[in-house]
């Protein structure tokens, strides 16, 4: 079996090869000690106000009470719908207390997108930010949801704050749609009417569903992965004991530009390092990034998780290099590949290795990670979290050795419960306790991993696989590229071919230039056929490259 595993014998020093995912019964067992552990430490803090410990503890307690004086019972979802503000850790906490199962919903949904997902799951109450109620007036009539409590972006800051951040935010950059919800209440008064009631003992167990997180949607209509008490537990878990050996508890500050309904910054934030008594500073909206600079600049931060284009873009801001880094000791990437120009330059810059780390929604998310210490590789996802195994699994089934090309699959405590109401799709992608993650890779001989491409991006040209990844790291590194996306667009002659969409760095690039950098580069069938040179790329709300709407938009006639 070891031979199978090489990875168990080269973790980083420090850091065990299991975890106990029953060392807790629940989430709230967890949250309970840590706040009474972490006491008056601050918590979370967003825009120039800190909560503590103690003061995230009795406002979810009071909205936990108020969520079941308005009847719903455990096993209920509510909809978290709103950016990284104070407001999301005491709903979620509150909710998870109140036995509730917690559905987080982007704020950037269409109302189709909302609807969708309402539907699918059940929802039967939502939090939602006051700049998104319009979305839902038009759908809220065909969905379960009868509570309904709106908050405003600058709701728990102090009062004169209050009333300017909400002033700005409504009238001078008319942020807020009108919109029109009848019995709705405000998230300061849902605390308030919540202090006179008592939240009641509510039993929580190991394998109750208590988070519904829905997949981007990116290749159709997106899924629930029902994620349990253990499988959040044992991610958790997994995650402090890779960042412990290099953590002080209730030291550590985190950047959080990430939004926390994202399972990346979901459970590595709110989750592992809150309990950990770090105190994450939340950035509202992490595309500002004078907001982002200005939080790194106020504070000495330790521990910075983002993805590769949040990476990319601070390094070509002219103010960030003025930051002082010299706290800053823990960097992950995830959500996406990291560009090995991007992770050097990082470096060069920071001085902190940019450490790359791999999951899905499904395992919650965590399946692998470079070791912490230095000792990772470019390029790699690193060697997988404890009490996880991973393979690569050929098209036939055949179990793949080290450097042969196929899919891998993992298997461990955090992969999720199923896809909520899809049994057949929970079925295609479990099989005997191992994930079908969909990703292309291949495990070097000494167990590091390394991420191929996503089989549905991969480009067929004339037989030959060719990943967008191995593209747009090419491209990366050309001097007058700021991003690069590559895509697979139909061909009469080769069935299909390269296409690539470009942002320029520097005004001067051509379309000759690209091409010659490539077939530098590139083996000819890889080399793109076309370029176009676009303002921006679109993007999912953590900053990953869409290439399905490139490719749309790329074979629209």
């Not at 559905?103 to 949904?109: D, G, I, K, R, S």
């Not at 960042?243 to 990346?264: A, D, K, N, S, W």
């Not at 895509?487 to 000759?512: A, N, Q």
């Amino acid at each position: 079996m070891a031979s199978e595993r090489p990875w168990l014998n080269i973790y980083a020093k420090g850091v065990p090869a299991h975890i106990d995912p029953d060392a807790y019964g629940s989430v709230v067992q967890l949250l309970e000690e840590t706040f009474k552990k972490y006491g008056a430490k601050p918590a979370f803090k967003g825009m120039g106000k800190a909560l503590t410990y103690q003061q995230i503890d009795r406002a979810s307690r009071n909205f936990g009470a108020y969520l079941i004086s308005r009847g719903l019972q455990p096993g209920d979802k509510i909809a978290l719908m709103m950016p990284n503000l104070l407001q999301y850790p005491i709903a979620l906490f509150g909710a998870l207390r109140a036995g509730l199962v917690v559905v987080n919903t982007n704020p950037l949904y269409t109302p189709r997108e909302m609807k969708h997902q309402f539907l699918d799951s059940g929802v039967k109450a939502i939090v939602i930010a006051e700049n998104f109620a319009a979305n839902l007036q038009k759908v809220l009539p065909d969905t379960q949801i009868r509570t309904v409590i709106v908050t405003s972006i600058g709701e728990l800051l102090p009062c004169v704050k209050r009333t300017i951040v909400n002033f700005v935010v409504r009238r001078i950059k008319r942020m807020v749609p009108s919109y029109r919800i009848p019995n709705t209440v405000t998230f300061r008064q849902a605390l308030r009417q919540g202090r006179a009631f008592t939240l009641p003992d509510i039993p929580h167990n190991p394998e109750d569903v208590i988070l519904l997180q829905y997949t981007g949607g990116t290749t159709g209509l997106s899924k629930g992965a029902m994620l349990t008490n253990r499988n959040l537990i044992a991610n958790m878990l997994q995650i402090r004991a890779i960042m412990e050996p290099v953590l002080e508890q209730g030291r550590e500050i985190i950047l959080c530009p990430l939004p926390l309904y994202h399972i990346f910054a979901f459970t590595v934030n709110c989750l592992a390092l809150f309990s950990y008594g770090a105190l994450n500073v939340l950035i509202v909206n992490a595309r500002d990034l004078k907001s982002v600079i200005k939080e790194l600049k106020a504070h000495p931060v330790t521990i910075m998780p983002g993805v590769n284009t949040l990476f990319n873009a601070l390094l070509h801001h002219p103010d960030f290099a003025s930051v002082d880094f010299s706290h800053l000791k823990i960097t992950v990437g995830g959500g996406m590949a990291v560009q090995r120009a991007v992770a050097e330059r990082w470096q060069q810059v920071t001085g902190c290795y940019l450490a790359e780390g791999y999951g899905l929604t499904a395992t919650s998310p965590l399946l692998s990670v470079n070791p912490l210490d230095g000792t990772g590789r470019l390029g790699t996802i690193g060697l997988p979290a404890p009490s996880t195994d991973m393979r690569v699994v050929a098209e036939d089934g055949r179990i793949c050795g080290p450097n042969e090309t196929g899919e891998i699959q993992a298997k461990g405590p955090q992969v999720m419960k199923g896809y909520y109401n899809k049994p057949e799709e929970t079925d295609r992608v479990i099989r005997d306790g191992w994930f079908a993650t969909g990703d292309i890779g291949l495990m070097l001989p000494d167990g590091f991993f390394q991420i191929v491409d996503r089989k549905k991006d991969m480009i067929l040209v004339s037989g030959f696989n060719v990943y967008p990844n191995e593209i747009e790291d090419v491209l990366a590194t050309h001097p007058k590229v700021l991003e690069a996306a590559a895509v697979g667009i139909p061909d009469e002659h080769s069935g299909e071919v390269v296409k690539v969409f470009i942002v320029k760095r520097d005004k001067s690039l051509t379309e000759r230039e690209v091409m010659e950098f490539c077939k530098e580069n590139l083996t000819n069938y890889k080399v793109p056929k076309s370029v176009e040179f676009r303002q921006e790329l679109p993007k999912t709300n953590v900053g990953k490259i869409l290439r399905r709407a490139l490719r749309d938009t790329a074979t629209a006639p």
